[in-house]
């Protein structure tokens, strides 16, 4: 049995000069191997691949798509891709999806040629279809997924799963070609988040936070930079800083290690602690972003992110004072945001001076509060790289064109649309960017 999983193309196909190895297909496949012995990874954006995988196929087949899972970087325009993806596969193969949009719209994928749909946290429940995906009877047994069966969708019996990231194994990026790829190499440690912002999939999908030991995490560490001779490492939790024990663990096992790396997370403002961000500067992280989406209270309250303005502009200022590079994102859409929810985001960036600006017109994504609440909102975009609003506001569009003429005169790159970041290699460190398109994790990254 000749079992692909498979990272599907984005539309566009992702710019290869941001291209990141696809941590969750890996954590993915790395379970599956472990019980079957042998699995392959198609990564279809690395190989500008549009629809036909007949040639990564044999006699028999078991494809599983990682779909919008754990890392939010998929777009609904690689959705019928994917099924033409499913109905041009000659060969003998059943199809299994596992994500965030299959889980909330799993008829429309079984209609359009999958088996099986896994609802949520896919680790143990992925190995039970496989094994089981030609006995019937046996998968109807299965918690949690759905399927087809004498014409009808099936939806088994729904039982709570708990998150539990602590024993994840690390991910075999030998299934891979690591060459393919950036060489600012990523890593997930943990998955869920304290928070319940109301544009983010992250609470409703995963749940509760759970994290990997300090221990663990050094283990991937050091076997990235012996088999990979990995100099950057970018975390890509969701909150990489939930527990400050597990940070201050994790930097004195770098210490007692002797390892020499450089480091990027994601945190919250919400987790911030300045003695916990100074130790971890003494280690190697330099870099570090930290959601604050508006410079607007009325609209942080909006979004279920009530965070103190003043409180805001004293954490970024302290951990720039520090040394990090610090990214921020912002969304610039956000229903009900008016032309002065701009200013004063405008105002707040001004002041702060970030090293590197995010900035998104919203992304309605499956499955949140703001896409329940949104659905008579006529052309809303679930495309997370989106540089055009969802709302043709002339205020804001107004106001928008304001900020960015505010930040070239400030010094800001202004990047509106894909470039090749390999340019930008040799950048001073204090480089500003401010892009409506992914940055390229590493940049302007320093000792």
Known sequence: MNILVVN?????FTNKSIL???????????????????????????????????????????????????????????????????????????????????????????????????????????????????????????????????????????????????????????????????????????????????FCTTPSFFGNWSGKSADKIVDEIEYLIREFNTKKIMFLDDNMTVSKKRIFDLCREIEKRHIKCLFGCLSSIKCYDKEMFEKMYEVGFRWVHFGVESGSERILKAMDKEMDIDYIKQVIKEVKEMGYRVRTSIILDYPTSTGEDVLKTEELLLDLEPNEIRLHYLAYRFGTPVYEENKNVSNKSQYIHSNRPNIANPE???????????????????????????KYNDLPKKTKFVSFVPIKYGMCWYE
Not at 8 to 12: L, S, Y
Not at 81 to 107: D, P
């Open 8 to 12: 599907p193309a984005n539309k566009p």
């Open 396 to 422: 804001l569009v107004e106001r928008i064109d304001h900020l960015l003429n505010s930040l070239k005169d400030k010094g800001y790159y202004l990047i509106l649309d894909d470039v090749d970041w390999k």
């Open 20 to 198: 990141a190895e696809p941590i969750d297909v890996l954590n993915i496949a790395t379970i599956i191997e472990k019980e079957f012995g042998k699995v392959k990874i198609l990564d279809m954006d690395v190989v500008d691949m549009h629809n036909d995988i007949n040639k990564y196929l044999d006699e028999d087949n078991i494809v599983v798509f990682v779909f919008d899972y754990q890392l939010p970087l998929h777009t609904t325009m690689a959705i019928e891709n994917i099924f033409e993806t499913v109905k041009k596969a000659k060969k003998k193969t059943k199809f299994i999806i596992i994500g965030k949009t299959s889980t909330h719209y799993y008829e429309k994928f079984i209609k359009n040629g999958f088996d099986v749909v896994v609802e949520g946290i896919a680790d143990n429940t992925i190995i039970d279809v496989i094994r089981n995906i030609y006995d019937e009877e046996t998968l109807l047994k299965i918690p949690n997924i759905y399927l087809k069966s004498d014409e009808k969708i099936i939806v088994t019996e729904k039982k709570k799963i708990i998150n539990n990231y602590v024993d994840m194994p690390i991910p075999n990026r030998h299934l891979v070609d690591l060459s393919k790829y950036m060489d600012t190499r990523t890593m997930v440690t943990s998955r869920g988040c304290i928070g319940k912002c109301r």
